[in-house]
């Protein structure tokens, strides 16, 4: 399923300007004294729902208008399946719905705060745009340690296609990292500005999960996720903006980002929201360049004649072992090279900038193809309420709805009877000086 969201849920312009629930952020410094602090500052607050561990977080974002701090935008992140599950080791993607549970929370949050229902009822999903998502697809293995293996074979490709490679976060890290503690494998891929890709095998309760179940409960969970490779790809801010050429006032063709389809949750409906889950994966197979033939064995020596000169020169060093930076290439020049390099990658499959007995090794991953969607129907009847996936979702929407309805009545219920306690006042106010204090107390 989509596991882990981040969305940005936009001040609908009916409700723009009221008074909206915002903590402004002022941090202390050892002395107790605040720091100062930009005035449009909004600290992050957490919100935890009853079902589960899973902490919902909200950033307020504001602007000042006529001197009067208003409230545009809640940045929201939560994850779903920990939230209303209790866990998110077994699920199926459902962006849609995922994005309607963190809208439902969200709602849910603005009422306990004491926003009127009318206002909350402006927030819908046309207000929600996705910046961040978590796809997890289930490949089911068999049993652990196949699962693990596969993860092993994931990360020595990984290792093969990008050792070296580095990225950089504030500071420079590996693109492949993997770790494997007493058979438990992660190997995570960061290659792409779009998205990250992420293995490993759900088996048991880690510091920080979501877990919030009983651990008979969880135990019998894990033991099914633990047959599944759970294969993430994580979709970056860079993946739900798209560049496009208009016209400016001038009549000038300039380059202007704006909002792709990817980051409305209403894309994710329906047949077309399963297209853009396979979508998604064959870009992560692209990146893993697995729809690529890569040649693993030497070519034969009549093949060989039937190339130029250079590249059989440069092609037979390689098989020898010697470096990218040492092939006897005719240019110097790097534009050059790279389009002799890529010849011969298209022609005899080779990629030279691969070691020769590193290719040779090269893991296919045959196992690595789109699953389709997790069925609930693989899960026991009294675990099912803790699977994210088919009539489960459905059940866990309506009973969200119905703690929605209930606490919007019960909020409408308070303010009529302020409103009605404020309206008593008023009346008694007007009474002679004489009755008023008695009134009132016969009232109490």
């Known amino acids: 399923m989509a596991d882990t969201l981040t969305a940005r849920i936009s001040v609908p312009d009916e409700a723009f300007g009221q008074d909206l629930p915002y903590v402004k952020d002022e941090r202390t410094d050892p002395t107790g004294e605040i720091k100062a602090r930009s005035a449009t500052s909004l600290a992050k607050v957490p919100f935890k729902f009853k079902c589960g561990k899973a902490t919902m977080w909200i950033s307020p974002k504001g602007g000042y208008v006529d001197g009067k701090l208003n409230i545009y935008a809640y940045d929201v992140s939560v994850s779903v399946p920990g939230a209303v599950c209790g866990l998110n080791a077994l699920l199926e993607n459902a962006v849609y719905e995922v994005s309607l549970f963190a809208l439902y929370f969200f709602q849910y949050w603005l009422l306990e705060c004491g926003v009127a229902t009318e206002t909350v009822k402006k927030f819908t999903m046309k207000n929600v745009e996705l910046e961040e998502l978590h796809l997890t697809y289930l490949i089911y293995s068999g049993n652990k340690n196949k699962a693990n293996n596969r993860i092993l074979e994931l990360a020595r490709r990984g290792l093969t296609l990008f050792s070296g490679d580095m990225i950089k976060k504030n500071k420079r890290k590996a693109a492949v990292e993997y770790r494997n503690s007493d058979w438990n494998c992660y190997v995570r891929i960061s290659k792409s500005s779009k998205f990250d890709i992420a293995a490993y ?22 033991a099914i996720s633990q047959n599944y490779v759970r294969f993430e790809v994580k979709l970056k801010k860079a993946w739900f903006s798209e560049t496009v050429v208009v016209e400016d006032a ?12 990817w980051a409305s949750p ?32 030497r070519h034969r020596p009549d093949f060989m004649q039937t190339l130029s000169d250079e590249h059989r ?32 990658q298209k022609l005899c499959r080779v990629d030279l900038s691969i070691p020769w007995e590193e290719q040779k090794e090269l893991m296919q991953l045959e196992w ?21 996936a088919g009539r489960t979702i459905k059940k866990k929407k309506e009973e969200m709805k119905e703690k929605l309805r209930f606490l919007a009545k019960h909020n409408d219920l308070q303010s009529q009877a302020i409103a009605a306690a404020l309206h008593r006042a008023r009346d008694i ?5 004489d009755g008023g204090e008695s009134d009132l107390m016969g009232n109490i």
């Open 313 to 344: 020169a440069i092609l037979e060093e390689h098989y020898a072992g010697t470096s990218f930076k040492k092939l006897p290439f005719k240019s110097k020049d790097a534009k050059q090279r790279s389009k002799v390099k890529r010849a011969i």
């Open 250 to 261: 001038e009549g000038k063709k300039v380059k202007k980002k704006q909002l792709s389809k």
């Open 429 to 433: 106010s007007r009474m002679p000086d």
């Open 368 to 388: 690595l193809v789109y699953p389709g969607m997790f069925k609930l129907d693989s899960v026991p009847e009294e675990l099912k309420d803790y699977a994210f």
């Open 201 to 222: 095998v759900k088996s048991f309760v880690i510091p920080k999960s979501f877990c919030g179940l009983p651990t008979v409960v969880s135990d019998k969970i894990f």
């Open 266 to 297: 209403l894309s994710w409906k329906g047949r077309a929201g399963k297209a853009m889950y396979e979508q998604v994966f064959e870009e992560a197979r692209d990146l893993l360049r697995l729809n690529e033939k890569f040649n693993q064995r």
